[in-house]
């Protein structure tokens, strides 16, 4: 079945940093991938939807400078928490979508960011 | 965005309890999607469901997208604790796809 593979799996970083998260399809070429935030016993909270070869469309309230998303091959997606700080610590899972109107995402197994 | 009506949005139930949630929607689907997701993990797809009125199951779960093609529910039989985790719903429509917020479940041994 479809794969996706996010990476790093945990990560910690100083505040003020940068850090960048990979969500790679691994059998299947991904037209389209989703951003998600979740903070603890919270529910999936949608950021982007990251076409290929185009722009990222950001949720209202989501700041694209901040959370930059890349989505240059069919099999790759990132997204980068720029200046993190702490509050922006939480758990970022990815999904993936096969061809546009397929009707099974399937997800990474998430990143979790600890910003110091 | 999250704009399907999950429900409950918690249960703690004993072992061997049987379990229903369902997700509702002011908007019609053509698919209905169940995922689990375990602690610290993604979510995993349980059951998809494309068709008006399709009852599928796998092996404990039966889930059924509504005739109305505006909800669906999950149901759990024989709860063990394994199960914990939480449930999500999603609704999808040609190229939008929605959530719900997702059901914790708890199960006492």
């Known amino acids: ?116 | 965005g999250q704009q399907l009506n999950q429900s409950p949005q918690s249960m703690f139930i004993q072992e061997g309890e049987d379990v229903s949630m369902n997700c509702t929607s002011s908007s019609i689907f053509n698919t209905w999607l169940w995922y689990k997701q375990d602690p610290g993990e993604g979510p995993v797809l349980l059951i998809a469901l494309y068709k008006a009125g399709e009852l599928t199951s796998n092996g404990r779960l039966t889930a059924q997208f509504g005739i109305t093609r505006k909800d669906s529910f999950l149901n759990i039989s024989a709860s063990i604790p394994s199960d914990v985790g939480i449930y999500f719903c999603a609704g999808q429509l040609n190229n939008d796809m929605r959530f719900g917020a997702g059901t914790r479940l708890t199960v006492k041994p």
């Open chain 1, 1 to 116: 079945g479809a794969v996706v593979s996010q990476h790093p799996s945990w990560v910690i970083c100083k505040s003020g940093t940068s850090v960048k998260i990979e969500c790679r399809s691994l059998d299947f070429q991904a037209t389209t991938m989703f951003w998600y935030r979740q903070f603890p016993k919270q529910s999936l909270m949608l950021m982007a939807t990251s076409n290929e070869g185009s722009k990222a469309t950001y949720e209202q309230g989501v700041e694209k400078d901040k959370f930059l998303i890349n989505h240059a091959s069919l099999t790759l997606s990132t997204l980068t928490v720029t200046s993190a700080h702490p509050e922006d610590s939480s758990f970022y899972i990815c999904s993936a979508r096969g061809f546009p109107g397929a009707n099974v995402l399937t997800f990474g197994a998430g990143s979790r960011l600890t910003v110091l």
